[in-house]
């Protein structure tokens, strides 16, 4: 485990754990490390809500399909980044999601029993663990309100333009990149792909954005319809 503690300290999970302290906590949590190619299924919706996955190498997504099959990007989980915590807090039998790599990724895996109960050896750095777990829950709560808000525009202009600016006010500049590709976007937001692209080539014939790929800059004006 030695070669993944520079991540793991900067994993939430851990925050103000010292390595030392770190390594025996991994036992206790009897912490496992799984390799996965693109398009691997870690996690399948409907699996028992017993694990919360922690991304060392890589990066995984997080999707929900309905009835149809039609998917919806909830997140995408970047190294130091946890996944499955909330559904471990809120006791549920199942997960209602899919986590699936997106890449060739290593995984941690960590039992959600472990990691909500003290173990036998009365660690002393479990209650920090456990707060900060909720911490963050809370924090994720927060990012799926955003989600929300997003998608309860009335048309994909305004979900993407929404999103935009909120990228900007997060990055603090009229130009940034975002953390999807166009595929992932469209389903992050909701939308067809198809609609999407037409939408945001009329966004820029109007002359209130400028994109190439993950790069995007906003134009004076573009907050007004």
Known sequence: M???MDILKKCPLFAGIE???L????????????????????????????????VLRGSVQVVREDYYGSRNLLA?????????????????????????AAEESEIML??????????????????????????VVAAKNIVLNRKIEFMSQKTTAEKLMAFLLWQAKQQ?????????????????LGVERSAMSAELSKL???GKIEYKKSWFRLKEGSNKG
């Open 2 to 4: 030695k070669k993944y």
């Open 19 to 21: 390595s030392d302290d």
């Open 23 to 54: 390594a025996g906590m991994l036992g206790c949590l009897g912490a496992s490390v799984i390799k996965t190619g693109r398009g691997q299924v870690i996690l399948a919706e409907g699996d028992p809500a017993d694990r919360i996955g922690i």
């Open 76 to 100: 995408i989980v970047e190294p130091g980044q946890l996944f499955a915590e909330a559904f471990a807090c809120a006791g549920v039998k199942s997960i209602p999601v899919s986590v699936i």
């Open 110 to 135: 960590v039992g959600q029993q472990r990691a909500l109960t003290r173990c036998g050896n009365a660690c002393t750095f479990h209650d920090r663990l456990v707060g900060n777990l909720l911490q």
């Open 172 to 188: 603090g500049s009229s130009e940034f990149t975002i953390p999807y590709d166009r595929q992932e976007l469209a389903d992050y």
């Open 204 to 206: 820029r014939r109007q």
